[in-house]
C-alpha cells in the first residue's frame, strides 16, 4: 500500500514522495529521493569548496572558513553538545560565520563552477 504526499510545487528543492508499507523498498524511488536530498545538501557545501579554491577569495576568508568548517567537524566542543540549549550555540556562532564570509565572498563563478561540479556528481536524469 503506498501513499502520496505532494511537494510544494513552488519549491525547487521540494520532493514528491511516495509513502510504502514497511515491508515494501522501492529502490529507484529511494535513489530519487536521496539524489534529490544530497543535491540540496551538497550544493552549499560546494560553493564554499570553490571560494577556497577561487584565488580572488581573500585569504582571511579562506582562513576563517577553515576554521569554521574544522570546528563543525572536530568532535571535541568547547561547550559540548550534551548541555541542553547552550551546548550548540558554540557550533551555531561557527556556522553563522561561515554562512556570512560564504555570503560575502561568493561570486557568480563561483556559484556557477559549483552548479557544474553538482551537476556532475548529483544528475537530474537519472
Known sequence: MTQSVNADPGNPDSVDAEVLESSVV???LLLRL???AGRAVALPALECF???LDPDTPTSAKVT??????YLLMPL????????VVGFSDDLVALTALLGICGRHRTEAIRARAQRRLDRWFPLGR
Open 26 to 28: 522501492d529502490e529507484a
Open 77 to 84: 566542543d568547547l561547550i559540548p553538545d550534551f548541555i541542553p
Open 65 to 70: 572558513v577553515l576554521a569554521a568548517l574544522t
Open 34 to 36: 536521496l539524489r534529490r
Open 50 to 52: 570553490e571560494m577556497l
